[in-house]
């Protein structure tokens, strides 16, 4: 691809990104509500709020790795509209179908277009040289973050004039995104660089998950990326407790506290990263950020079990925010440069479906833990795990400075 048509092919990626994540974010404060209206009486809503994302989060780790593959074998773009149509799709049949199981099928078929995650990131791989995808990705990271600030504030304004609105809102954002998609979004992935046979054991989850930790060079980044991913979990489905039970704070609060993050991560990945990475490389700033987060678990775990300091929570949030940005698009880059053009679709899925499949297990154990073993256990451990991740990021990173940052992309 051409070095005009790839600066175009950026932005309009960045716009697709930023489209996707306000469309799936705007109807988190309403989905209570219209999970409620469909309840028989005396079923418990946070039971079914649970279920539902519970099934959203098990149908994206299963289609990952399907849609990844599929990317790389018909191209980026086929998967890309048939994710976004499809979400427009499962987001109407969720909130007008009316009846549970529209609920559950349009979730069902929400999680599974959502599994299109991994064709976005395998084109950035494609127009991307290898020296400049960390870089990239971390952008890519900020305009998510700042779509995932906006989604849940517009859905909030929107549900005041009724609770449907915000799904015919979301159901538009994916319908635009598959227009901008299908007609100004070129192919990437030209047909002579594309996997020529694509087999079961790169579509099936169990196996593309197998044949990734197999590989020397993807195993040690992939565990890593697994035990801060299992703490972060843990972090994002429980810390609002902890500030509720552990410092006495009111929603106000802890969502100027989620902002603060949310800022924050738009910094790290859109700004920080384009100067960190070129000066200190990627296993130096892979590690910073690990560190980070280590130090941000003990201080919430310290605010959780032992002392109950408000402003410990605040700057134990903000370095669990602020490294995990360091960590994840940094790493992205690292796996990505590991794998060739052809694969970097079914990559992109394996790495999708680590997160996807953390977000089944994290809230589940997250909530045991903490009414089970005591307030401060979850993090703790969470402390045990992002040691582990430092160990294995330690022995598995290439050494010294890289070359990332020689060649400047916007």
């Known amino acids: 691809m051409s070095e005009p048509s790839s600066r175009w092919s950026w932005w309009l990626l960045i716009a697709v990104a930023t489209l996707n994540m306000v469309g799936m974010t705007v109807v988190i404060p309403i989905l209570p509500f219209i999970v409620r209206d469909h309840l028989p009486y005396g079923a418990n809503l946070a039971v079914w709020v649970g279920l539902l994302e519970a099934v959203n989060a098990l149908c994206a780790f299963l289609a990952s790795p399907v849609l990844g593959g599929l ?27 009316g009846g549970l199981w529209a609920l559950v099928l349009g979730r069902v078929i929400q999680g599974i277009t959502a599994g299109d995650m991994p064709a976005i990131y395998a084109y950035l791989a494609d127009i991307t040289p290898a020296t400049q995808r960390a870089r990239r990705y971390g952008i890519l990271g900020a305009v998510s973050g700042a779509g995932f600030m906006v989604g849940p504030a517009l859905g909030g304004l929107l549900a005041v004039h009724s609770t449907l609105l915000p799904v015919v809102v979301t159901a538009g954002a994916a319908t635009t995104v598959g227009l901008l998609t299908l007609v100004l979004l070129p192919e990437s992935l030209p047909v002579g660089r594309r996997t020529r046979h694509l087999t079961f054991s790169r579509t099936n989850p169990v196996t593309a998950f197998r044949t990734a930790f197999s590989r020397p060079g993807l195993r040690g980044p992939l565990i890593g990326l697994m035990l801060v991913a299992v703490p972060f979990g843990f972090f994002i489905n429980n810390y609002s407790v902890v500030a509720m039970d552990a410092v006495s704070w009111d929603a106000v609060r802890v969502g100027l506290l989620t902002s603060g993050v949310g800022v924050l991560d738009i910094v790290v990945q859109g700004g920080l990263l384009g100067l960190l990475l070129p000066r200190f490389g990627e296993r130096r700033v892979i590690l910073v950020g690990a560190s980070a987060q280590l130090a941000g678990f003990s201080a919430v775990a310290t605010v959780a079990g032992l002392v109950h300091e408000p402003w410990l929570i605040v ?29 970097q679709g079914w990559l992109a899925g394996v790495v999708e479906g ?51 940052g020689q060649h400047h992309a916007p």
Do not use: N
């Open 354 to 404: 680590v997160q996807t499949g953390v977000g089944v297990i994290a809230p589940l154990l997250v909530g045991l833990l903490y009414s089970v073993a005591g307030h401060a256990t979850p993090y703790w451990l969470g402390c045990l795990l992002i040691f582990g991740a430092l160990v294995a990021f330690d022995r598995t990173l290439p050494g010294g400075q890289t070359s990332v």
């Open 315 to 343: 700057v134990g949030t903000l370095l669990i925010g602020g490294g995990e940005g360091m960590v994840t698009a940094t790493l992205a880059g690292v796996l990505s440069s590991k794998v060739g053009e052809g694969e």
């Open 71 to 97: 990317s790389d074998r018909y191209g980026r773009r086929p998967v890309l509209v048939l994710g976004a149509f499809g979400a427009a799709v499962g987001f109407l049949v969720f909130g007008f179908g």
